[in-house]
Nanobody, 118 residues
Framework: WARLVESGGDSVQAGGSLRLSCATS????????VGWFREKKSKGVARIYT?????LYDDSVKGRFTISQDKTTSTVFLQMDNLKPEDSGTYYC??????????????WGQGTQVSVSA
């Protein structure tokens, strides 16, 4: 099992920045891969393999979003820069025991709301 708790969502103007946090806990094996999603079960925004820190991004956010981790606190971050109105939504982090391109993530957080105004 794994528990994930998101935070950091807010309302910002277009061009602004936000940093989302995903605090993870539970079985390490179930947190090998952590991803961020705009809406639950939708196409992923970014994911990180916690073993070696390798990352993957959706084309829509490349160059604007950065996913990273702090292994000491088991927290995964999503730095969101140059935000656009179409980035608005409820952002979820999720984890899984494998990290292919986009695995079928099993464990999900409760979400954090991001609103970007024009």
């Amino acid at each position: 099992w794994a528990r994930l708790v998101e935070s950091g969502g807010d309302s910002v103007q277009a061009g602004g920045s936000l940093r989302l946090s995903c605090a993870t806990s539970g079985n390490t094996a179930h947190r090998k891969c952590v991803g961020w999603f705009r809406e639950k079960k939708s196409k992923g925004v970014a994911r990180i393999y916690t073993g070696d820190g390798s990352t993957l991004y959706d084309d829509s956010v490349k160059g604007r979003f950065t996913i990273s981790q702090d292994k000491t606190t088991s927290t995964v971050f999503l730095q969101m820069d140059n935000l656009k109105p179409e980035d608005s939504g409820t952002y979820y982090c999720a984890s899984d025991s494998t990290c292919g391109s986009w695995p079928d993530f099993v464990y999900w957080g409760q979400g954090t709301q991001v609103s970007v105004s024009a």
